[in-house]
T-cell receptor
Framework: AQSVAQPEDQVNVAEGNPLTVKCTYS??????LFWYVQYPNRGLQFLLK??????LVKGSYGFEAEFNKSQTSFHLKKPSALVSDSALYFC????????????FGAGTRLAVHP | EPEVTQTPSHQVTQMGQEVILRCVPI?????FYWYRQILGQKVEFLVS????????KSEIFDDQFSVERPDGSNFTLKIRSTKLEDSAMYFC?????????????FGPGTRLTVT
């Protein structure tokens, strides 16, 4: 069965520093991986996805993610964090065995301090 | 930019009452989903819907739940007799097609509180 793990409940980073939010996955077949962000009292906003091709995927708001097949990881990164990046981040994998539902990780709260 | 909308934003109901959560997916999308997020927990899949029928449902989606697309725009989730444990944020999502490469577009959610 497909699954996603986000090993960190919270990540703290100073503004201007690089950030990484970790995600590992377990799938059968080719992985379709997604990152979503949730701001307080808001829905889930799509950030980026990996389908195939380049292992470094660029997305919205300056975020990027690195797909690593050997480590089954899809870590979210940003070179320089902003206070406004503080939010809840979810990694998700598309369920290849069903009708394309998303299977989410538990989420990681990112706190960027001034 | 087109958006998925959901109403109401917050619904409070008493245990045993019926609730209907409403969603308007993006207009040219064909696949629709409901997810829920209990406070502090992960987002969980409930049901997917295509071509006016359920294509997949989770174990959570028992006989108390139903979905409907009553017209060309709305997509509803009905909980027949609410329980305390139904309290959660419910998200509607849609995609234009069935390819797994499509990202899902989520609405802002409806917070359901069952007292």
């Amino acid at each position: 069965a497909q699954s996603v793990a986000q090993p960190e409940d919270q990540v703290n980073v100073a503004e201007g520093n690089p950030l990484t939010v970790k995600c590992t996955y377990s799938v059968s077949g080719n992985p379709y991986l997604f990152w979503y962000v949730q701001y307080p009292n808001r829905g889930l906003q799509f950030l980026l996805k990996y389908i195939t091709g380049d292992n470094l995927v660029k997305g919205s708001y300056g975020f990027e993610a690195e797909f690593n097949k050997s480590q089954t990881s899809f870590h979210l990164k940003k070179p320089s964090a902003l206070v406004s990046d503080s939010a809840l981040y979810f990694c998700a994998v598309r369920d290849s065995g069903g009708y394309n539902k998303l299977i989410f990780g538990a989420g990681t709260r990112l706190a960027v301090h001034p | 930019e087109p958006e998925v909308t959901q109403t109401p934003s917050h619904q409070v109901t008493q245990m045993g009452q019926e609730v209907i959560l409403r969603c308007v997916p993006i207009s040219n999308h064909l696949y629709f989903y409901w997810y829920r997020q209990i406070l502090g927990q992960k987002v969980e899949f409930l049901v997917s819907f295509y071509n006016n029928e359920i294509s997949e449902k989770s174990e959570i989606f028992d006989d108390q739940f139903s979905v409907e697309r009553p017209d060309g725009s709305n997509f509803t989730l009905k909980i027949r007799s609410t329980k305390l444990e139904d309290s959660a944020m419910y998200f509607c999502a849609s995609t234009p097609g069935g390819q797994p490469s499509y990202e899902q577009y989520f609405g802002p959610g409806t917070r359901l509180t069952v007292t």
